[in-house]
């Protein structure tokens, strides 16, 4: 049993904030939050007198393990011999070795989602429909490293780098509304692979058609990676005609077209908003605005921030959620945006993303703003674990 | 004349000067100080409770060129920055939101020995005045195998082939100088320019990462005599002696070294504070657009987070050496008498995510103000 007191604790829940307050953790989960928390004799206490505590901090869209040796001129995250990838898993390659998933421990970052499907360094191409995503705890051992939820998602992509992968192939279409066309036509097939009743056993088991069953009987959502406003309303029509569920995965232009995501109560993970919008690989990066995270929020979307992770470090991810707040993001939204809302859109959040009783006790100490690059963090407890710690007099500073 | 007064002025290197205020003339700081008269008819710019910041320098990027390389040949010292430069590019605007006044633009690391580069500012009223110096460097690239985009013959897959292609370009330079001062040849406007690296009138800017490429470079230096800086240097650290003891400088990044991989596996914000301790002169960049220019000062601020580096190294990292890296510390770097009148005003430590950089001036002038441009919702 541990018992962390005295922090001023941002819960993330509905309890919002609790200056001077107690989390007490047992076998894993949380076991009280609040002042006045009676503290048991045999518990171990950890005084962060002064320090800020935040939950684990989660990241909604990340490439983690799975594109480490990219610059080696190896990396898996994108499989390239099929247009329609829907039966591809991204556990299937992550690297449990990525030395990233340490330092996401040391950030803070306990939990987040792998999503196949990323842009490589000199090849600016997606695949439409790019695999299943999962959803994992960044620490522990390799091998042990828990998995909170796979598939998560159905990764799938518009704009013009999937343009650009269907043209360096030479399979076309690579128009957009071509593009589309073939993905409300997979959509449809598997639609009457549903209504059919196939699947194993029938004698036509066909693993890709299963996987985007389950988007289309809505258990898991589309992943739409989109970065134009017209893209990012197209894919608001597609979802609609399938009647699926949908999230925005970089929104780019999300704060053009904010009424219209506002309206479909669609969520949206933007970012990383730290990247160049004068690139000249990336058009699509043209009207990037630091702005967005705030507008969206402000306009009731539910936002998460991304690092896309190595596109970022995972550690860059509360500095990420500074500069939204430096761009106009209400402090409190920011924060939610790498942990609630985070833990939400990825179906979670009934095990992460706040610090309330009976969820995972995931928890971060912070010596000042944990939304400033100059604060450090002084302790991370992941599953009630204390796995960095330079709280506790005589410990080395992680 | 104007006057900014009130703020909290960080001058880079007279320390900072709290209630401090500014005079310009003619686009240059005239004076700096603490209860200074300003004059009836100088126009004041109000600075109170702000930090006054002096123009940051970042001395690696590829802003107006994107980052392009002449890939008709590994060896193309002919090629200069400043005729690929496109002023049109939005990555100036993005500087200026970043409190980025002065730059280093150049050809891109495709390469070998890749063309020249130049320093240029973020805004102004012309070309020729914002040019500060061209050519500045001489673009060379220690890059090798799956890590160069163009590949084939003639360009060099291994180290010793990349040493190969350099120690022949700059030994035909050697005979080339001989040559021509006997008359004996036509003019060749690429030797000219080697001529210049080994004359020491023009560094040699060497995109390099790891020990191996780094003391490779420094066995040609001892052979053939010229000056050089490592650019990005990721594992410069682990030579920081050697680099040190012949004062050679390094300009790291883009980024804090956080993001890591397989290739460079003893990167990490640490190197950035071993080569500073090792007494190298050390400036940031970004490579925007790799990574944005608007960033550049928030990659300084998480150095303070995972080193023991101070606020006043960082700021250094991100200003003065990068000036001096960059030849034109005469100009620009910090807020002192005599320099260009290139600053910007923050609304709090500019090491803070959350300062705001609220307006820019260069040579006295206000050329941005209000942060970033947002594009209206259709």
Not at chain 1, 73 to 92: F, P, Y
Request: proline share 5%; hydrophobic share 40%.
């Amino acid at each position: 049993m541990l018992a962390v007191v005295n922090a001023r604790i941002h819960t993330c829940g509905p309890g919002r904030t609790i200056d001077g307050g107690t989390v007490l953790v047992q076998n894993g989960k949380i076991a009280a939050v609040g002042t006045g928390v009676g503290i048991p004799d045999q518990a171990e206490t950890i005084d962060a007198r002064g320090m800020v505590m935040t939950p684990g901090f989660v990241d909604a869209h990340t490439h983690m393990g799975m594109s480490w040796q990219e610059l080696a001129g190896e990396a898996d995250t994108n499989e390239s011999t099929g247009v329609v990838n829907a039966h591809l898993r991204a556990i299937d390659s992550v690297d449990p070795k990525d030395i990233a998933f340490g330092d996401a421990v040391e950030a803070g970052a306990t939990t987040v989602m792998i999503h196949p499907g990323k842009l490589m360094v000199w090849r600016q191409t997606i695949s439409p429909i790019a695999g299943q995503s999962v959803v994992m705890k960044t620490h522990g051992k390799m091998a042990r490293r828990e998995i909170l939820r796979e598939p998560a998602g159905m990764k799938m992509a518009f704009g013009d780098a999937v343009a650009e992968f269907l043209t360096s192939r030479n399979i076309g279409p690579n128009s957009r509304m071509g593009i589309v066309g073939l993905v409300r036509g997979v959509l449809h097939e598997a639609q009457q692979y549903r209504d059919k009743g196939r699947g194993n056993g029938s004698g036509d088991r066909d693993l890709k058609l299963e996987a985007l069953s389950l988007v289309l009987s809505r258990q898991i959502p589309a992943h739409v990676h989109v970065h134009r406003a017209d893209d990012i309303l197209t894919v608001l029509r597609l979802g609609q005609e399938f009647g699926i569920d949908l999230v925005l995965e970089h929104a780019t232009e999300g704060h053009l077209v904010v009424e219209a995501l506002a309206e479909s109560g669609v969520p949206c993970v933007v970012g990383p908003i730290t990247r160049a919008r004068s690139s000249r690989a990336m058009r699509e990066l043209q009207n990037l605005s630091q702005k967005t995270p705030g507008i969206l929020a402000a306009a009731g979307v539910k936002v998460a921030l991304m690092t896309d992770h190595p596109t970022e470090p995972i550690q860059f991810l509360p500095i990420i959620a500074g500069e939204a707040v430096r761009e106009g993001m209400v402090p409190e939204e920011a924060l939610k945006a790498i942990t609630i809302n985070a833990a939400e859109i990825m179906g979670v959040a009934d095990r992460v993303g706040s610090i309330e009783v009976g969820k995972d006790a995931d928890l971060v100490v912070h010596d000042g703003d944990p939304l400033e690059a100059m604060t450090r963090i002084r302790l991370v407890v992941a599953d009630g674990q204390v796995v960095v710690d330079s709280l506790r007099q005589g410990k080395e500073n992680a | 004349m104007k006057a900014v007064t009130g703020g909290k002025v960080l001058t880079i290197t007279q320390g900072e000067v709290e209630g401090g205020v500014v005079l310009i003339e003619d686009g240059k700081i005239v004076a700096v100080g603490r209860g200074l008269q300003v004059p009836s008819d100088a126009k004041v710019i109000d600075a109170t409770g702000k930090h006054v910041v002096a123009g940051l320098i970042d001395a690696h990027t590829h802003i107006g060129a994107s980052g392009f390389s002449e890939t008709t040949s590994p060896v193309t010292p002919h090629v200069r920055g400043i005729d690929a430069l496109d002023l049109r590019d939005p990555g100036f605007d993005e500087a200026l939101e970043g409190g980025v006044t002065t730059i280093i633009t150049t050809p891109g690391s495709a390469n070998v020995i890749g063309g020249t580069s130049l320093v240029i500012k973020t805004a102004g009223r012309s070309l020729k005045e914002r040019v500060l110096r061209n050519p500045a460097g001489m673009k060379m690239a220690w890059r090798k195998g799956t890590n160069r985009p163009s590949q084939g013959p003639p360009y060099p897959v291994s180290h010793m082939g990349i040493a190969g292609v350099l120690r022949n370009a700059l030994a035909e330079t050697q005979n080339y100088m001989v040559r021509r001062e006997k008359g004996e040849v036509a003019e060749d406007l690429g030797k000219e320019m080697l001529a210049k690296v080994l004359r020491r009138e023009l560094p040699a800017r060497i995109h390099s990462f790891t020990p191996v490429e780094l003391l490779a470079i420094m066995r040609v230096q001892d052979e053939f005599g010229f000056d050089f800086t490592v650019e990005h240097g990721f594992e410069a650290h682990l030579v920081a002696e050697q680099l040190a003891e012949r004062g050679i400088p390094v300009v790291y990044g883009p980024g804090p070294g956080t993001r890591r991989h397989k290739m460079f596996p003893q990167r990490g914000p640490h190197g950035a504070a071993i080569l500073h301790k090792a007494g190298i002169k050390v400036s940031l960049q970004t490579d925007h657009p790799d990574r944005s220019i608007k960033e550049h000062r928030i990659f300084g601020a998480i150095l303070l987070r995972y080193t023991d580096l101070t606020p006043d190294d960082v700021l250094r990292m991100l200003t003065i050496n990068g000036a001096e890296i960059a030849g034109v510390a005469d100009r620009v770097g910090s807020i002192e008498p005599g320099k260009d009148a290139d600053f910007s005003i923050f609304s709090d430590h500019p090491l803070k995510v959350q300062a705001r950089v609220e307006q820019v001036f260069i040579s006295g002038d206000k050329v941005w103000e209000g942060g970033e441009t947002v594009a209206k919702p259709y």
